[in-house]
């Protein structure tokens, strides 16, 4: 680590490295609240969106699927709100980068499965985005995952281990550019995978009619002579 000396102008050493004059550092129970269930709490009669951990996403921002499960059938889960950060606390999904958003939800809280930490930042000390995009660091992934507890291949993160863990802070405005520049790369990130998934099917379909039809319109598929071969339908004049 480098000594205070050695640091260029504009920079200060801290627990957690060099930082810019201007930001600090705090632990998480101090900029971040766990989501918990109010006293009260009245459950709609129909059903509650319940999240599962294969739908929360790893590579996206907002978790985007849900289960309609009616509030009798939730054995067991942990309550949560529109708009939480849902941060995974078993092995292998946080080592994999699972994490998501709640936006798409048709009610104020749902349910999720209870290897979560529903999180909420301060929204004047910490911009939520700014946080999302901090704990998907792999320095930040590496560093709790080696202060997991549990057997080999169920550990589980601490709940103090989150509340300690140190962020930086720095002015608020700063944190909200950088969350910007961040989910617009993000968002770029995801429309681009959107448009290879769509062009997957297309191009499995190409390729069929191509090695079964060769290089003719697909309204004149019915005027080309084929042939049984041990490959399956080829044009007559083809050989395999």
Known sequence: MAERNDLPSGFKMTDIGPLPEPWRI???SEVVR???KPR???LPNDYIPFIPMELIPAGEITIRKWIPKRPGDIRSGIYCER????????????ENGKQGIIDDIPTPFAYATTEVFPLQSNPEILDKMFLFFYLLRPVVRAEIAGRMEGTTGRQRIPKAVIKDYVVPLPPLLEQRAIARVLTAVRRAIEATDAVIEAAQPLKKSLMQHLF?????PVDQTMHVPLKDTEIGPVPDGWRW
């Open 26 to 28: 705090a632990r998480m």
């Open 34 to 36: 766990f989501t918990r």
């Open 40 to 42: 009260g709490l009245q």
């Open 83 to 94: 708009g939480d950060i849902l941060l995974p606390k078993i092995t292998p999904s946080f």
């Open 212 to 216: 079964t039809y060769g290089l003719v």
